[in-house]
Every structure is written in C-alpha cells, then in structure tokens.
C-alpha cells in the first residue's frame, strides 16, 4: 500500500469519525458538582475481559464480570468522549446462545442517579464475540 | 421472517437429502447399530439403533436429527436451559461448568452438567423387520441429561484467568468502535469490526492477542462424566389413532473418563484425548409379532481415541436378558463443521445370523437464535 493510498484511508476514517461523532453520539448529561463513576455489569457464560476509555485513553482494564470506575468530577469529564468494550470468549457451549443471553449493561452514577447504556453484541467468528458502547459526557 | 423461512427450506432440502442416501439395508433389527452419540434418545429408540448416549458439550438449542437409515420422519432435539431464565444477571463461566471461587478455595458442583438437559420428539413412518408387513407410524419421546461431571477444577479456574487476561487487552479503537455502533445490523458490525482485524493497524493491536488466543480454542472435556438419557416410543398397529399400540422403552447410562494426551502442547490446534466409556442399558421391546415383550441389558465398555475432528473406536457389549449375545464394532467418525458430523461403523452385532454391521450417517444441528 502506498503512502498516498495510506493517507486517503486515514482522512476518510477521520471524516467518518468526525460525521458520526457530530451525527449521533450518545450524550451522557450530567448535572454540574457530580462524582461520576462508571459500573460495569456483565452476566455471561463465556471468558470475558473488559475496558474502558476516556478520550482515546485507557483508564480501566478489568477481568471481572461487575466491576466499577470512578471517572471523576464532572468538571474535568464534560465534552470528553468514554467508551467501553468487553470482549467475550467461548469454550464451552454453542457461541449463539451464549451470545444470546449475554447482558451487559454500563451504568453511569452520580449523585442519587443512574444512566444506563445498553451494548449491542457482535459475533466476531466461531468464538468470538464483543460488546462495546460509546458517549460524550455533557454538563448541566 | 425471511432467515425462518430459508432455515425452513434448508433444513426440508438436507431432510429430502438425507432420506435419499439409505446406504444401509431398510429391514435394521432393533439391536443393529447406530453407534452416534451425538443421536437424541427419541431418535435412538426410533431409528432402532439402542446404544450409548451421552450428552456433547457443544449441544444446541435445537437440533434435527437424520441419519442414513432413517426413512420418511424427523426428530427434533430441544434444550430448555437457553429458553428458561433468560434474564439472569449472575451468569458467569466457572458457574456454567459448576466450579465457584470463594478467595482462594475452589469448590465445584458435580451436578451443574444438568442444564444440558435435552428433550426430543421423533416421528417415522417405517417397516419393522419381523413385524407387521408395511409401514407404521411411530412417535417417540425423550430426555438426556448429564447426571455427573467433574472437571479439574483448578485448571478450569487457571483457563478462564489466562483468557480473560488476554480478552481484557483488546481495545478497539474508538473510530471502529463508533462506525460499529452507528452500524444497523450485526453483520454490518460484525464486518467493520473483522475489516479492521484485516487491516495494517488491526493486525498489529490486536493480531497478536487474537493469536494468543488460539490454543485456548481447545475443547475441553470433563476428567468424568455421566450422562444418562431416556426414550419411549409408540407405535399404532393399524395407522389409527384409536388402534392397539405396541411400545418401546429404552434406558441408557454412560460413564466417561477422558485422559488428555497433548496436555501443554502448544502446537496442536486440539486436545486429543483417549476416552474409556462404561456403558450400560435396558430395553423393552414391544415391537415383535407375537404379542410378547423382548427385554435385554447390555453392559460393556468402549476404547476412544479421539485427535480433533477425528476420532476412532472400538466397542465390546454383552447382552443379558431374553435375548442374547455380544456386539463388537469398530468405528470411525469426523466432525466437518461444528454443525455437521459423519459416523460410519463395522463390525459384529448381537444376532448370530446376518449379524455384519456397515453404517454411514450424517447428523446436523440448527440454530434459531443464531441473530
């Protein structure tokens, strides 16, 4: 692949970025003075193993089916974009139903309230599957 | 709607298909053998094949049976487990095959290989060798569970550890992970996602996590299983609902012990295992013309040795009751997809008289949760 032919796959990926970050991003509203904390809950017969990002920046690994992350004061978090995958793997079983009834749910807290985000789940190929999510964080 | 609709038309063209492919004879004596364990108990009985069954590990939600000699009806397999709760929050891997971590004790439930409990329904409309001279109808009901299970309970526990270590390492970047979730459907994500493993940048994140990957893809077995199944038949004498019914009962127990013989290689895509099974039966037969019942139970043992998709056997059964003898046959089977498998099989059946044994048969397994 040529440098030229490199260069125009890596503006039109940014372009697409760029369109559907502006198009239809989730927003994640968050009252002004709030703690947020990001909680993971994963209910899944495969092996999975998770991560979180904050602006392109991993801030949590994790290898638990629930675990939590505190993302800070809102203050530092508005306009930055989290997202989240976890990536699933199956030995035991058929993959489908596996993947059928796999729940994952993000759960963004602060204060005395709760905003949940829901995965869609993807088949990667015969073992594979992975669930992911991504949203902007606005203050209020 | 329209995936139902081609899943319907190809389960009627492989059903078509396979009731085209009698490599055996029509006329199969009760004891004759199928010797796929991968059959449901349903189908065992009906297919006049009693022999081992135990329960696979990579069991469906929906299986349909069909096997070389089964003529003009279908047997459907159905596992409760994945249509039951569906909205459990608590699942987890090592609760899936029965083992629980509490800091550092390891505890496991032997009997968690229950789940897999499976029911089945068969129906054909068949000759029976030395009864009746044309076809009958015949209905079939059964169940398999796997009674006991034991896996190394530590090893299971290290298994899940290593691979959801390497799991946790994949990071999508968050421009794939955005055209994804604008995606519609899940081939269009599942696409973008795979287009990315292809690319430059993916190969060089992710590659070489996905290549760690590979020698965990090997199937792992129970140090001991046993599976124990059930079927019961029906058939009506004069193809009237309100005709006399003649019955058949089928009871089978299989106990497994499995030795891994590539343990820490690295190098083979499979375990390879050499299995030791216990088998044990009891069968009534009504289908005989004198009115009388025919009971018997087997009792024997099967050598396996099994390398991937391959795996070679040899089984010796003795038969008690008022009908006797022994079985001895060799047998082949390969595994072409995870759906599809081929058993073939030769050797010595019970009967003194025409009592050479040369099978092939197909089996396959349709998903309908498979989004």
Same mark, same amino acid.
């Given at each position: 692949m040529t440098l030229f032919q490199k260069l125009s796959i890596f503006l039109v990926n940014c372009n697409y970025y760029k369109l559907f970050k502006k198009l239809s991003m989730k927003i994640i509203k968050i009252p002004k003075g709030s703690d947020v904390k990001l909680q993971v809950n994963i209910s899944s017969e495969a092996s999975v193993g998770s991560n979180v990002s904050l602006d392109d920046v991993i801030i949590k690994r994790s290898t638990a089916y629930n675990f939590t992350k505190e993302l800070g004061k809102i203050e530092d978090l508005d306009g930055k974009t989290v997202s989240g995958s976890s990536n699933f793997f199956v030995n035991i079983g058929d993959i489908d139903l596996i993947k059928t009834n796999t729940i994952v749910e993000y759960r963004f807290k602060f204060n005395e309230e709760e905003k949940k985000l829901t995965c869609e789940k993807t088949k990667l190929n015969g073992r594979m599957f992975v669930a992911f999510f991504i949203g902007k964080i606005e203050m209020l | 709607m329209k995936s139902k609709i081609s899943l319907f038309g190809l389960i009627v063209f492989l059903s078509i298909f396979s009731f085209g492919q %009698?490599? &055996?004879? !029509? $006329? =199969? !004596? @009760? #004891?004759?053998? *199928?010797?796929? +364990? =991968? #059959?449901s108990p349903a189908f065992v009985l009906i297919n006049e094949s009693p022999s081992e069954v135990y329960v696979p590990e +990579? @069991?469906?939600a929906l299986v349909v049976h069909s096997t070389?000699?089964?003529?003009g009806g279908l047997s459907v397999e159905l596992m409760p487990y994945y249509y039951i +709760?569906?909205?459990?929050?608590?699942? %987890?891997f090592l609760k899936f095959v029965g083992i629980k971590k509490t800091g550092e004790r390891v505890s496991q439930? !032997?009997?968690?290989? @229950?789940?897999?409990t499976t029911i089945s329904f068969a129906y054909a409309n068949k000759e029976f060798e030395n009864f009746l001279d044309d076809e009958r109808k015949v209905f079939s009901v059964g169940a398999r569970t796997k009674l006991l299970r034991f896996y190394n309970k530590q090893e299971m526990v290290d298994y899940d550890q290593r691979v959801s270590k390497i799991l946790q390492d994949i990071d999508w970047p968050p421009h794939i992970v955005t055209q994804a979730n604008e995606a519609n459907t899940e081939e269009e994500r599942s696409k973008i996602l795979n287009n990315y493993l292809e690319s430059d940048e993916g190969k060089a994140k992710i590659g070489a996590l996905l290549k760690k990957l590979e020698i965990y893809k090997k199937p792992i077995k129970p140090i001991f299983q046993m599976d124990g199944a059930i079927g019961y038949s029906t058939l009506f004498k004069e193809n009237e609902i309100n005709s006399a019914t003649v019955n058949r009962l089928g009871i089978w127990l299989t106990s497994e012990f499995s030795l891994i013989l590539?343990? $820490?290689?690295?190098?083979?895509k499979s375990n390879n295992y050499f299995n030791f099974f216990i088998v044990g039966r009891y069968v009534e037969d009504g289908? &005989? +013309? $004198?009115g009388s019942k025919l009971y018997y139970r087997d009792f024997g043992g099967k050598i396996e040795l099994e390398l991937g998709k391959m795996s070679f056997s040899y089984e010796y059964i003795n038969r008690y009751g008022n009908e006797k003898g022994s079985r001895s046959v060799g047998n082949i089977g390969l595994l072409i997809s995870k759906d599809i498998s081929l058993i073939g099989g030769f050797g010595k059946d019970f009967?003194?008289?025409? *009592?050479l044994i040369a099978l092939f048969g197909i089996n396959w397994g349709v998903n309908f949760n498979n989004n």
């Open positions: - | %009698n490599t &055996v004879s !029509p $006329d =199969i !004596p @009760l #004891s004759e053998f *199928n010797m796929s +364990n =991968i #059959s +990579n @069991l469906k070389s000699n089964f003529k +709760n569906t909205e459990s929050k608590d699942r %987890n439930n !032997p009997f968690s290989g @229950l789940n897999t590539n343990k $820490d290689s690295e190098k083979s289908f &005989v +013309n $004198d009967s003194s008289e025409d *009592n």
